[in-house]
């Protein structure tokens, strides 16, 4: 179902036809030309490609943002409060509010950073939260957190740049709020943990999916960009090692690689994109990392279940925006629940990312679903159940015409001195029609989300 149009997309739609078609054809060239890229790996092999963009953007409208941004604020203090005691004195487990076996099993919990704390006790960084708005009651439902190494916000920037030189006349006659205060909120929030030193984004290098992101934002924020064998830890203190082969100090790390892969000595040993001696710096207070080694437990596909409850422990607050209806089969009701309603219910593995693990009750045959049963009775904390929300379509110029497509939002929130809400994001549709997978690792595309008011 197509979102409702409104007075703003009437406005936008008026400029739009009054536009030269040939201007879509010079948007995708000026894209190529500055390698807008997200790279695959498919059956063992490196994909370089151009990620797959649209010109028609969605618009959401100031009004209906400000909710989104409370929403988003409520939430991801929440989640800091619960990074941030889970690793020190664990309450919310102690008062029952989560069975520690739960934390426990979580693939993204590292006890051995128990006792930790970071600096300025920031854990959730930078967050992309997605969402999708739900057809049937016209509200915005959160589907996943991401609280360790989220992309995309670089898409919507470099987009928004094109869309600028190529239509002007959208951003003279519309009230569309500007973006590009996105690298000072990053910067800031760098620079507020920062221990003593400058700041850089650690890629593993040009092979990464994402590496047109970690180029891009290194020079936006005014960050180095450097890889593993740029930088030393000496005397638990990291350094860069410039052109010249001076050791500069190093205060913050925006670190764009897995928690298994950041420090070979600590982590995986046979890692060649991390730092050696890394996490004994972290773990002196010596740098901060952003965001902070643990974080995999809040993205958790089970962990995720418990968010509303969080908010309530933590801020005594009723939880603006409301998770999509989900299932733990490791509680004795739910699992009943599961197996009596497996055709109409998306099952989810929570150790997945991207789009990966992600089974639909309707489209499976009678014997697939008794097997995904016999599994999941097996590994009931494996997985994970939701109703399958009909979130809306947006428009799209594909192939020369418009069509409908099931479309998802990547909001992307900073903690640092306070939590800042980005006005814009990735919103990110599928290419083949009547897909509910958007995800870029699906092959999907991304267009522009323009915050809007008459």
């Not at 406005?11 to 010079?26: G, H, N, T």
């Not at 400058?198 to 970690?214: M, Q």
């Not at 309530?312 to 009723?318: M, P, T, V």
């Amino acid at each position: 179902m197509l979102e409702k149009s409104t007075e703003l997309h009437e406005k936008f739609w008026e400029i739009f036809a009054k536009q030269d078609r040939q201007k879509i054809d010079q948007f995708k060239t000026y894209m190529d030309k500055f390698a807008v890229n997200f790279n695959l790996y498919k059956d063992g092999n490196f994909i370089e490609q151009s990620l797959p963009f649209d010109v028609i953007p969605r618009i959401i409208s100031t009004q209906e943002f400000r909710k989104i941004e409370k929403g988003l604020q409520q939430r991801v203090t929440a989640l800091n409060l619960f990074l941030e005691d889970l690793y020190t004195d664990a309450k919310i487990v102690k008062d029952g509010i989560i069975p520690f076996e739960f934390v426990e099993r979580a693939g993204g919990y590292l006890k051995e950073f128990v006792g930790f704390s970071p600096s300025k006790k920031i854990r959730a960084h930078i967050n992309g939260i997605d969402l999708v708005k739900d057809s049937k009651n016209d509200e915005w439902v959160i589907l996943e957190d991401n609280l360790r190494v989220p992309s995309g916000a670089s898409y919507p920037l470099s987009i928004r740049d094109t869309y600028r030189k190529i239509y002007p006349d959208f951003f003279e006659n519309l009230k569309i709020e500007p973006i590009k205060e996105y690298p000072k909120i990053i910067t800031d929030a760098m620079n507020y943990v920062n221990t003593g030193g400058i700041n850089v984004l650690l890629t593993p290098g040009r092979f990464n999916s994402a590496y047109y992101e970690h180029s891009y934002l290194a020079e936006k924020i005014g960050a180095e960009l450097v890889r593993a064998h740029e930088l030393v830890v000496i005397d638990k203190k990291v350094y860069f090692k410039n052109y010249n082969g001076k050791k500069i100090l190093v205060g913050a790390i925006y670190r764009r690689l897995d928690d298994d892969f950041i420090d070979p000595k600590f982590f995986n040993p046979e890692s060649l994109i991390g730092v050696p001696g890394l996490v004994e710096a972290y773990l002196s207070g010596n740098v901060a990392l952003m965001n902070a080694i643990g974080n995999g437990v809040a993205d958790d596909k089970g962990i995720y279940y418990f968010v509303p409850k969080m908010i309530e422990y933590y801020l005594g607050e009723e939880p603006i925006l409301q998770n999509a209806p989900t299932y733990l089969p490791y509680f004795e009701k739910d699992m009943d629940y599961v197996m009596n309603n497996m055709e109409k219910l998306v099952i989810k593995d929570v150790a997945e990312a991207g789009g990966y693990g992600v089974l639909f009750g309707h489209s499976m045959t009678k014997l697939q679903i008794e097997d995904l049963k016999a599994t999941i009775k097996a590994n009931p904390r494996r997985f994970i159940a939701q109703e399958l929300i009909e979130f809306y379509d947006e428009k799209c110029y594909l192939n020369n015409e418009l069509v409908n497509r099931k479309a998802d939002f990547r909001a992307y929130v900073i903690m640092g001195e306070d939590v800042k809400v980005w006005n814009c994001g990735l919103t990110r549709y599928a290419l083949e029609e009547g897909n509910y997978l958007v995800n870029s690792s699906q092959g999907g595309g991304f267009k522009d989300t323009w915050v809007m008011e008459l």
